[in-house]
């Protein structure tokens, strides 16, 4: 049994001195190394399965949605975060146009509202005279609720043309397109279980919301543009109903209308080249 | 005429079963659970010493191999497969339980109960435990695993993922330390 030990020990240049020998070592060993830590002769079994199970039926409901998940979901707030963005610079820049072309034409009307550095409107001026030679027409004092933020100042000056209008709606399409190609392709790579159903359900609906909103939009006026929606309304509306009782129907239906449709080759073709990063 | 459950049970493959199990089938996990429990628990005990950590150990032992059954590519037996996972969790266990184990004295105070002139089995069985529980933790989980649990060095080598030259050198010197640690006792015993 121990013929290792012995041969190991043979090499040992200082055996130990005054200790027990092998022999009487594997003797105490028989004698009582099989009474170390013995269990006793009750196993609780019942408690320790219970435990079992009680962690078992937390196990299948995954705390954390896939990476593939994750990303995407990152990739849609960063669209949303940018559309935004995206908005409110292009709001600002039309309102200081819109503001100079008022003033070029009221050149004879100083302007006299002013915004403190952090854009609250602050009215006119204590102290400052008005200037009153000849105005072409009266000017009506426009009544401006306090603003406060940053872009308070964006409010101010007619309502946007229909060129601006046009250039947010397409770049609201381009970034719903981009998320929509996210979830499609998520749901293609995704592995299909009841968790992640449920995941791509939800974000579906949310997209649904988006997509109804730009059909009834401007943006639905372009016909080709208007068909994709159309096709992703049909799409989303089948991928919210993913259910985990009856999921290989389900997806039998979405993948035959996400085939039929090529709706990702068109979506691929709808978004610019790098629009989904740059945007 | 109905089969006893034991005949049941048995024509069941364990293949069988542990595709069950770890398709998350209740009645085959409890199966495999019935099968292997006793043994898993009385390593557990053999490490952890105490029946709290020994059931904790189990309880983890099993919840672990049911959440990684699909990974299990049949190239031991089953058994085997949970007693590593044991061991690693004991390990593991002890690791914590480190600094604040009462059972883990130094191996001055195993050696000085050696000392004690008392021959009667008791003692002896004894100043045997605190000898082996004194002992560094890789040292005692190669002792206890070769020389009371029976594991043969290549057994060990695999649950312990080391090489069999490091299990027979731990063996080794967990052998030396206990004859050290216990010298007195050969004097006790003459």
């Keep these: 049994m121990n013929d290792d030990i012995r041969h190991e020990e043979n090499n040992s240049p200082e055996p130990v001195t005054g200790s027990l020998s092998e022999t009487e070592l594997d003797m105490l060993i028989n004698r009582f190394g099989g009474d170390y830590n013995r269990a006793t002769g009750f196993v609780p079994r019942e408690e320790m399965w219970h435990e079992i199970q009680r962690h078992g039926s937390r196990k299948p409901v995954r705390a954390w949605p896939s990476i593939s998940l994750i990303a995407a979901a990152v990739v849609l707030l960063a669209a949303g975060i940018g559309i935004g963005f995206e908005l409110h610079s292009r709001g600002i820049a039309r309102s200081t146009n819109a503001t100079l072309a008022t003033g070029a034409s009221h050149t004879s009307i100083p302007r006299v509202a002013s915004t403190t550095s952090s854009g609250n409107i602050v009215g006119d001026r204590e102290g400052a005279s008005p200037i009153t030679h000849a105005p072409v027409e009266p000017v009506t004092p426009v009544l401006r609720p306090p603003a406060s933020g940053a872009f308070a100042s964006s409010n101010v000056g007619a309502p946007p043309s229909a060129a601006a209008r046009s250039t947010a709606y397409s770049l609201a399409t381009v970034r719903h397109f981009t998320a929509v190609e996210a979830l499609l392709t998520s749901y293609q790579s995704a592995q299909h279980d009841a968790a992640n159903d449920a995941q791509l359900a939800a974000w579906a609906r949310s997209l649904l919301s988006q997509t109804r909103l730009l059909l009834d939009s401007p943006a639905a006026t372009d016909p080709m543009r208007n068909k994709l929606l159309q096709d992703l309304e049909l799409i989303l509306v089948q991928m919210t109903q993913l259910s985990p009782a009856n999921t290989s129907i389900d997806r039998e239906s979405l993948d035959g209308s996400m085939n039929h449709s090529a709706v990702i080759t068109r979506l691929r073709t709808a978004v610019p080249a790098g629009a989904s990063t740059t945007l | ?190």
């Design chain 2, 1 to 190: 005429m109905t089969a006893p459950v034991t005949d049941i049970t048995s024509a069941r493959s364990e293949r069988d079963l542990i595709s069950r199990a770890a398709a998350r089938d209740s009645s085959a996990q409890r199966d495999l659970y019935d099968k292997h429990v006793d043994a898993i628990y009385r390593i557990a005990f053999r490490f952890a010493g105490d029946e709290d950590t020994a059931r904790d150990i189990t309880q983890e032992t099993f919840i672990r191999a049911f959440d990684r059954l699909g990974e299990f590519r049949h190239e031991s037996s089953l058994g085997t497969w949970l007693h590593s996972i044991a061991v690693s969790m004991a390990l593991g266990a002890l690791r914590k339980q480190a600094k604040s184990d009462k059972r883990h004295v130094p191996l001055e105070s195993a050696a000085n109960l050696g000392r004690v002139d008392n021959n009667a089995d008791v003692d002896l069985r004894e100043r045997l435990h605190a000898a082996i529980d004194a002992l560094p933790h890789g040292y005692r989980t190669v002792f206890v695993m070769y020389e009371i649990e029976g594991y043969s060095h290549q057994e060990i080598a695999r649950t312990l993922g080391v090489a069999e030259t490091t299990s027979k050198g731990q063996l080794f010197r967990a052998r030396a330390k206990l004859r050290e640690s216990l010298k007195h006792f050969r004097r006790v015993e003459q």
